[in-house]
């Protein structure tokens, strides 16, 4: 059974910055793409960013010039930078993996921005 175990996420405030990290407990580097997505309370998950095997990335629009999304091979692990961070960013945020057209979830990393 394939595991992802998000850290990294927090109490901040309004234009602060975090990192989520999203350990596999897999190899990452073989096909497939890994993404994250969020969850705010009282709305439907959203997609937030996703990275392909060649590195390739989209973000939504909400996003954009805010977060990044990167992955080290080696340490079995995608990232997610936040930068800039907004009031609105507040949400569980869950790590995503697709492999062999299997999907696969973590449990989530709260991320609150407040002041």
């Known amino acids: 059974q394939v595991q992802l175990v998000e850290s990294g996420g927090g109490l901040v405030q309004p234009g602060g910055s975090l990192r989520l990290s999203c350990a596999a407990s897999?190899?990452?580097?073989?096909?497939?793409?890994m993404a994250w997505h969020r969850q705010a309370p009282g709305k439907e998950r959203e997609f937030v960013a996703a990275?392909?095997?060649?590195?390739?990335?989209n973000y939504a629009d909400s996003v954009k010039g805010r977060f990044t999304i990167s992955r080290d091979n080696a340490k079995n692990t995608v990232y997610l930078q936040m930068n800039s961070l907004k009031p609105e960013d507040t949400a569980v945020y869950y790590c995503?993996?697709?492999?062999?057209?299997?999907?696969?979830w973590g449990q989530g990393t709260q991320v609150t921005v407040s002041s």
């Open positions: 990275i392909g095997s060649r590195d390739n990335t």
């Open positions: 995503f993996a697709n492999w062999n057209a299997q999907a696969f």
């Open positions: 897999r190899s990452i580097s073989s096909g497939g793409y």
